[in-house]
Structures are given as structure tokens and as C-alpha cells.
Nanobody, 122 residues
Framework: QVQLVESGGGLVQAGGSLRLSCAASGRTISSYAMGWFRQAPGKEREFVAAISWGGSSTDYADSVKGRFTISRDNAKNTVYLQMNSLKPEDTAVYYC???????????????WGQGTQVTVSS
């Protein structure tokens, strides 16, 4: 099973930017669609963005479309999430995961890493 480690979170003012990274180990992720999810305090974990195995297709939740960009570097076994124009409602713990399949906004396994905290102040 692949191990995923998220990083890059932090505290930022509204309107600012952050770039999250998801480093995979244990096996290559180049053949998997990958996704980012987030969980705010008191709320369920929700889908944020997805990228196909080759990186040619992306999918975004309506709440982040136009502000966030997902990308991947299969040579580095890493997935990224560039977050611009951040809003206080983006505050959450962000997680990455392999997806069941392209087009499915759900993780392949219900196994999550520690995530990375993103806090956006108003």
C-alpha cells in the first residue's frame, strides 16, 4: 500500500496563496488518479480536486474552481495543490489520496495520512 505524506500548509491571510505537496512512497502513483480532500472542524471530509494518472485531466469542487490548481510530477511521485485567493472558508486539514477511478470523487482506500493544516485568517 502506498504511503502519502502531505506538507506545505500554514497560516495565511485571506487572498494569499499556499502550495501543498503530497509525497508518495512504497509504490509508484503514476498509474493512479489522485485527489485532494479537506476536512474542516465539525464537518465531514470533502472532495477538493482530482487529477488523472497522466495529468491531462483535472476535476475541481465548485467551491475551489478557478482558485486551486492540482498537478503532479510522476517522476517525483508527488502531487501538488496550488491554492490562490484563499478564503477563511478554505480553513481545514488537507489530505491527498489515490482515487477509486478517474471520475470518482472518492478515495480508493479509507486510509488517511496526517494531512496538513491550512488556516486562512480574515
Amino acid at each position: 500500500q502506498v504511503q502519502l505524506v502531505e506538507s506545505g500548509g500554514g497560516l495565511v491571510q485571506a487572498g494569499g496563496s499556499l502550495r501543498l505537496s503530497c509525497a508518495a512512497s512504497g509504490r509508484t502513483i503514476s498509474s493512479y488518479a489522485m485527489g485532494w480532500f479537506r476536512q474542516a472542524p465539525g464537518k465531514e471530509r470533502e472532495f477538493v480536486a482530482a487529477i488523472s494518472w497522466g495529468g491531462s485531466s483535472t476535476d475541481y469542487a465548485d467551491s475551489v474552481k478557478g482558485r486551486f490548481t492540482i498537478s503532479r510530477d510522476n517522476a517525483k511521485n508527488t502531487v501538488y495543490l496550488q491554492m490562490n485567493s484563499l478564503k477563511p472558508e478554505d480553513t481545514a486539514v488537507y489530505y491527498c489520496n489515490t482515487l477509486k477511478a478517474w471520475g470518482k470523487r472518492a478515495p480508493m482506500y479509507d486510509y488517511w495520512g496526517q494531512g496538513t493544516q491550512v488556516t486562512v485568517s480574515s
